[in-house]
């Protein structure tokens, strides 16, 4: 038969029981509080041996747009249809002449055959003269008036006003031959809400250049098809080099949001989830989770709500308060372990 414990002993062991509960209790408690917090505590000596920087934010405004893409268009076929029209143009004039020829020679002959100075037969021969001068005439200024019709079809108002011009190029036509013209698509049929955009080869928005509205544009041979309208826009820059596609950000109708900017440099990745550590004393720093951010330069971004002004943000060192975060976790793990 085993022997029972005495009342006393019974009553001690339970007691240390409840006590190394409550104990480890209190442990998780304080483990599950510090990571609701987020918070890093660092000795002031320490943090300014770190390296760690910090950077007050100031309310930013921001004008809405959009992200697309531009591509460079080409001008070859449109500088032939001038070469097209300006032969056009000649063949017209001389026609002209030749008209206005057939028509003296034809009034002449009929004054003289009605002085009977003259043979009928010479007037009918003068008469047919003047009927294929005048078709010649008619199919020369037809040929101008397809040019001008099908150029204006094709690459709109503005653009085949400036190429389909007499004489010399002009300095609108010159602005055209020397800067990039693009072809933009206007995403749900909305009509430009400003006439200057921005472009950049590689999504650089703190590099882009600007670019004007030149017209309407009709969907170009061999391109590929977009949803929405097209137009054409008109670099306010020389190119510094040939890229055929382009980044473009279209300005949107609408008042300007209110928000923070901060340095990419701010951001620590954790889980794949963004997160930024605020300042809230000399020596104590919270992480904050980003949700929504947006990329407006190639070093900065956006950040709308989870944000305010006057939060001070840790712009340099963020990666050693987050390593620092973890590292203060790690005893109290080990001791759970323990017990």
């Given at each position: 038969?085993?022997?029972?414990?005495?009342?006393?002993?019974?009553?001690?062991?339970?007691?240390?029981?409840?006590?190394?509960?409550?104990?480890?209790?209190?442990?998780?408690?304080?483990?599950?509080?510090?990571?609701?917090?987020?918070?890093?505590?660092?000795?002031?000596?320490?943090?300014?041996?770190?390296?760690?920087?910090t950077?007050?934010?100031?309310?930013?405004q921001?004008?809405?747009?959009?992200?697309?893409?531009?591509?460079?268009?080409?001008l070859?076929?449109?500088?032939n249809?001038?070469?097209?029209?300006?032969?056009?143009?000649?063949?017209?004039?001389?026609?002209?002449?030749?008209?206005?020829?057939?028509?003296?020679?034809?009034?002449?002959?009929?004054?003289?055959?009605?002085?009977?100075?003259?043979?009928?037969?010479?007037?009918?021969?003068?008469?047919?003269?003047?009927?294929?001068?005048?078709?010649?005439?008619?199919?020369?200024?037809?040929?101008?008036?397809?040019?001008?019709?099908?150029?204006?079809?094709?690459?709109?108002?503005?653009?085949?006003?400036?190429?389909?011009?007499?004489?010399?190029?002009?300095?609108?036509?010159?602005?055209?031959?020397?800067?990039?013209l693009?072809l933009?698509?206007?995403?749900?049929?909305?009509?430009?809400?400003?006439?200057?955009?921005?472009?950049?080869?590689?999504?650089?928005?703190?590099?882009?250049?600007?670019a004007?509205?030149?017209?309407?544009?009709?969907?170009?041979?061999?391109?590929?098809?977009?949803?929405?309208?097209p137009?054409?826009?008109?670099?306010?820059?020389?190119?510094?080099?040939?890229?055929?596609r382009?980044?473009?950000?279209?300005?949107?109708?609408?008042?300007?949001v209110?928000?923070?900017v901060?340095?990419?440099?701010?951001?620590?990745?954790?889980?794949?989830?963004?997160?930024?550590?605020?300042?809230?004393?000399?020596?104590?720093?919270?992480?904050?989770?980003?949700?929504?951010k947006?990329?407006?330069?190639?070093n900065?971004?956006?950040?709308?709500?989870?944000?305010?002004?006057?939060?001070?943000?840790?712009?340099?060192?963020?990666?050693?308060?987050?390593?620092e975060?973890?590292?203060?976790?790690?005893?109290?793990?080990?001791?759970?372990?323990?017990?």
């Amino acid at each position: 038969m085993p022997k029972l414990l005495p009342l006393h002993s019974i009553l001690s062991l339970l007691i240390s029981l409840c006590y190394s509960i409550s104990y480890a209790a209190d442990d998780d408690n304080k483990y599950s509080s510090l990571q609701a917090e987020s918070t890093v505590y660092i000795d002031t000596a320490i943090l300014a041996r770190t390296g760690i920087k910090t950077l007050k934010l100031v309310n930013t405004q921001l004008n809405p747009e959009i992200e697309t893409f531009a591509v460079r268009v080409n001008l070859a076929s449109l500088i032939n249809t001038r070469k097209e029209y300006l032969n056009a143009l000649a063949q017209q004039e001389t026609a002209s002449i030749k008209l206005q020829q057939s028509q003296r020679n034809f009034q002449r002959i009929k004054n003289l055959q009605r002085d009977q100075a003259i043979s009928t037969r010479k007037l009918r021969d003068q008469q047919t003269q003047l009927k294929i001068d005048q078709t010649l005439f008619n199919t020369a200024q037809l040929q101008v008036s397809t040019i001008q019709l099908y150029t204006q079809e094709k690459w709109g108002k503005v653009l085949s006003h400036r190429f389909l011009s007499d004489g010399e190029p002009s300095v609108d036509m010159m602005n055209i031959l020397t800067r990039p013209l693009y072809l933009i698509y206007h995403p749900d049929q909305t009509a430009p809400s400003s006439k200057t955009i921005f472009l950049q080869a590689f999504g650089r928005r703190d590099k882009a250049q600007s670019a004007s509205l030149i017209d309407h544009a009709a969907i170009l041979d061999n391109h590929p098809q977009q949803t929405g309208t097209p137009y054409f826009y008109l670099s306010d820059q020389a190119a510094e080099g040939y890229h055929q596609r382009l980044v473009a950000w279209l300005p949107l109708k609408g008042n300007k949001v209110s928000g923070v900017v901060i340095p990419a440099s701010a951001l620590v990745w954790h889980l794949g989830q963004a997160f930024v550590y605020l300042q809230v004393d000399n020596d104590q720093f919270k992480r904050t989770e980003i949700t929504q951010k947006k990329l407006i330069y190639t070093n900065s971004y956006f950040i709308q709500h989870e944000l305010q002004p006057d939060d001070i943000v840790v712009s340099v060192g963020a990666q050693l308060l987050l390593s620092e975060e973890f590292r203060a976790q790690i005893p109290a793990e080990n001791d759970d372990d323990d017990d």
